[in-house]
Nanobody
Framework: VQLVESGGGLVQPGGSLRLSCAASGFTFSMYAMGWFRQAPGKEREFVAA????????WYADSVKGRFTISRDNAKDTVYLQMNSLESEDTAIYYC???????????????WGQGTQVTVSS
């Protein structure tokens, strides 16, 4: 099983980034997917999640209206579009997978290695 994130980097406040997470080694369409982040000195926190079909999504209050999670089951990939980025969004972003049911806790079976997002002028 592999989850490989990409798309992180340095961006100015107000800017945008699109993260991708490519999955392999499991039946992607049978898994709910989530994005989490961990800032320096802080606990890992939930960011967004999406159901197996992509028909339902969940967001942390801190990113609602700015971030959009989506998935392409034909490409075994989940995305996180991040707009209007703020310095408080600086963190390592992780994607995660769990079978069938979405949860907003970190009870996910598989995790990627993370990608750094830095929001700074």
């Amino acid at each position: 099983v592999q989850l490989v994130e990409s798309g992180g980097g340095l961006v100015q406040p107000g800017g945008s980034l699109r993260l991708s997470c490519a999955a392999s080694g499991f039946t992607f369409s049978m898994y709910a997917m989530g994005w989490f982040r961990q800032a320096p000195g802080k606990e890992r926190e939930f960011v967004a999640a999406i159901s197996r079909t992509g028909g339902s999504t969940w967001y942390a209050d801190s990113v609602k209206g700015r971030f959009t999670i989506s998935r392409d089951n034909a490409k075994d990939t989940v995305y996180l579009q991040m707009n209007s980025l703020e310095s408080e969004d600086t963190a390592i972003y992780y994607c995660a997978a769990r079978p069938f049911v979405v949860v907003t806790t970190d009870s996910y079976n598989y995790w990627g290695q993370g990608t750094q997002v830095t929001v700074s002028s």
